[in-house]
C-alpha cells in the first residue's frame, strides 16, 4: 500500500502423467500471466486516461494493481500498526508519522481506523485523501484511486530523484517506496519487488501483443 515518505523457492511437481518434472514456476508463471491479462482486459483503457501526462509507465501501475488487490476495485486491509501510530500522533504521545501532525488528526477511533485502511485498486492509505479534501471511501472509485496512485508515485519519483525512464528505469525503488515510504526500506512481502518487476514484464509483452 502507498505509505507516508518515512524512510523506512521454486519447488518441483511431479507429472505423473508424462513422467517427467514440472517446476513450480510454470504454473507460477501461468497464473501470473492470466492475472495481468485480466487486469489489461478490465483496467487498460482506465490506466491508460490516468498515465497519459506522466513519465511513469503504465505497466508499473498495472503490477501494482495485481500485487496489491489482484484487480478487485472494491478491497480494503485495516492496518493496525498504522492505526496505533495515528492515535499517538493525535492523542500527542508521538511525533508526526510522516508529515501528518496532530492537528490533522482530529478524529474519533472510528474515523481514524478509516484513516488507517488501505483502498481499492492500489491500496492507497486513507489519510492520503486529507489533502485532498475527500472521504477515504472515495478510494473505492477506480478513477479517483489511479488519478490519486498517479500522483502519488509521482511524489515519490520527486523526492527520491528516481529515474523512471520507461526503458531500464528505477522501478525496484519506486515499489519500495510505494510498499515502505522508501527506496530502501524493506517490504512486508521479501519478493514484493520480485513480483512487481515480473509482472511488469509480463504486462509489457501483452501490451505489444493487443496495440490500442
Not at 485480466?38 to 491508460?48: G, M, N, T, V
Not at 494493481?65 to 498504522?82: K, L, M, N, Q, Y
Not at 478513477?143 to 515519490?156: D, E, G, P, S
Request: hydrophobic share 35%; aromatic share 10%; proline share 4%.
Amino acid at each position: 500500500m502507498a505509505k507516508e515518505q518515512t524512510g523506512r523457492s521454486v519447488g518441483l511437481q511431479a507429472d505423473t502423467k508424462s513422467g517427467g518434472l514440472k517446476t513450480a514456476s510454470t504454473a507460477s508463471t501461468g497464473l501470473e500471466r492470466l492475472l495481468m491479462e485480466k487486469i489489461h482486459q478490465r483496467w487498460h483503457a482506465a490506466l491508460a486516461e490516468a498515465t497519459k501526462y506522466s513519465s511513469i509507465d503504465l505497466a508499473f501501475f498495472a503490477a501494482l494493481i495485481a500485487g496489491e488487490s489482484g484487480g478487485d476495485p472494491g478491497a480494503r486491509r485495516f492496518e493496525p500498526g498504522v492505526f496505533a501510530h495515528l492515535q499517538a500522533v493525535r492523542d500527542k504521545t508521538q511525533g508526526n508519522y510522516g508529515s501528518l501532525r496532530a492537528q490533522d488528526l482530529r478524529f474519533n477511533d472510528e474515523d481514524l481506523r478509516a484513516l488507517a485502511t488501505s483502498w481499492g485498486l492500489t491500496q492507497i492509505m486513507g489519510y492520503h485523501c486529507l489533502s485532498w479534501e475527500r472521504q477515504p471511501g472515495d478510494l473505492l472509485d477506480p478513477k479517483f484511486n489511479l488519478t490519486l496512485a498517479v500522483r502519488l508515485a509521482a511524489q515519490f519519483v520527486e523526492a527520491f530523484q528516481l529515474d523512471v525512464r520507461r526503458d531500464g528505469g528505477e522501478y525496484a525503488q519506486l515499489f519500495r517506496c510505494w510498499n515502505s515510504g522508501g527506496p530502501y526500506g524493506k517490504t512486508y512481502d521479501p519478493k514484493y519487488v520480485e513480483n512487481g518487476l515480473r509482472r511488469m514484464e509480463i504486462y509489457g509483452a501483452l501490451a505489444r501483443e493487443n496495440p490500442p
